[in-house]
């Protein structure tokens, strides 16, 4: 099996981060929103919570499958061996989507 460089291989954990990092950051972009559709009226505080509750499960859920594929993209693009032209262009994108998620950053 071919050794990759050890520069790469840093280089391709750390988008793997800042994957992560911009999913987390539009999460926070959302989360006024998040909160009011959180809200839940029921005369059973537990019901009302456990409904609550019900619904965030279901947007991190989702958050997280689409971090997953995101992830299975990029390692599909990049981890069959030595691509850097690949790895840099990737490098290119999450660069800009720090950028543009930047005041997300909590």
Do not use: C
């Amino acid at each position: 099996q071919e050794q990759l460089p050890h520069d790469y291989v840093l280089a391709h954990e750390q988008i793997h981060f800042s994957l992560t990092e911009i999913h987390t950051r539009r999460l926070n972009e959302r989360a006024d929103e998040l909160v009011r559709r959180m809200t839940t009226v029921d005369r059973d505080a537990n019901r009302a919570i456990a409904a609550a509750e019900a619904r965030l499960k279901r947007v991190l859920d989702e958050e997280s499958r689409a971090l997953l594929a995101q992830n299975d993209r990029f390692d599909s693009e990049t981890s069959l061996g030595h691509r850097p032209e690949a790895q840099r262009k990737w490098q290119q994108h999450v660069e800009r989507e720090l950028r543009e998620t930047e005041r997300f950053a909590r």
